[in-house]
Nanobody, 115 residues
Framework: QVQLVESGGGLVQPGGSLRLSCAVS????????MRWYCQAPGKERELVAA???????SYADSVKGRFAISRDSAENTVSLQMNSLKPEDTAVYFC?????????WGQGTQVTVSS
């Protein structure tokens, strides 16, 4: 069973930055996709950023130019650098990885953007 543990969330003022990290219990080189999702109160979970095994990245329109997804194969981590944060970025952020069999999820980390 693959385990994912997110960290790095917290309270930040508008315009600030956070870096989320996701520790994966298996080599991330074994996954086809690595993703970050967010879920705000009362809303459905939505895709924020994705990283394919070949290196291609994609982002939700709302975060383009502000967020960046990356991986560290030596540490088996997937990160999300979040800059120029806005109050509407407030949500629980979830890490997700996908291999040929299934998707695996972390338990999420809370990000709150407020003055």
């Amino acid at each position: 069973q693959v385990q994912l543990v997110e960290s790095g969330g917290g309270l930040v003022q508008p315009g600030g930055s956070l870096r989320l990290s996701c520790a994966v219990s298996r080599s991330i080189n074994s996954f086809y996709y690595m993703r970050w999702y967010c879920q705000a109160p009362g809303k459905e979970r939505e895709l924020v950023a994705a990283l394919a095994s070949g290196g291609h990245t994609s982002y939700a329109d709302s975060v383009k130019g502000r967020f960046a997804i990356s991986r560290d194969s030596a540490e088996n981590t997937v990160s999300l650098q979040m800059n120029s944060l806005k109050p509407e970025d407030t949500a629980v952020y979830f890490c997700n990885v996908e291999d040929r069999r299934q998707n695996y999820w972390g338990q999420g980390t809370q990000v709150t953007v407020s003055s």
